[in-house]
């Protein structure tokens, strides 16, 4: 078994985080011309129309989701000395 950093597991979280994503985005995009041809509008786009589906809310949240987790394991800059005068 390969040893992992805390670091390469956070990058590989946030990459299938950001895939997640867009394969979320994919589905809710399908989803949007769907109803658009069936029933004439666009989910979440008239105010008291149809809600956002669930494919649209989850493809944001794993987008964020997984742009913290490259942030996490983004390595920190090295602590610099203030000199007091």
Same mark, same amino acid.
């Given at each position: 078994?390969?040893?992992?950093?805390? +670091?390469?597991?956070?990058?590989?979280? !946030? $990459? *299938? #985080? $950001?895939?997640?994503? *867009?394969? /979320?985005? *994919?589905?809710?995009?399908?989803?949007?011309?769907?109803?658009?041809?069936?029933? !004439?509008? $666009?989910?979440?786009?008239?105010? !008291?129309?149809?809600?956002? /589906?669930?494919?649209?809310?989850?493809?944001? #949240?794993?987008?964020?989701? !997984?742009?913290?987790? #490259?942030?996490?394991? +983004?390595?920190?800059?090295?602590?610099?000395?203030?000199?007091? +005068?």
């Amino acid at each position: 078994m390969f040893a992992k950093t805390a +670091r390469q597991g956070l990058v590989e979280a !946030g $990459i *299938v #985080l $950001i895939a997640a994503a *867009v394969l /979320c985005a *994919v589905a809710g995009g399908a989803h949007m011309l769907a109803l658009s041809r069936a029933e !004439g509008e $666009i989910c979440g786009l008239a105010p !008291g129309g149809l809600p956002h /589906c669930a494919a649209c809310s989850a493809s944001l #949240l794993l987008f964020v989701a !997984g742009l913290a987790a #490259l942030a996490l394991a +983004r390595p920190r800059a090295p602590a610099q000395r203030v000199r007091a +005068r």
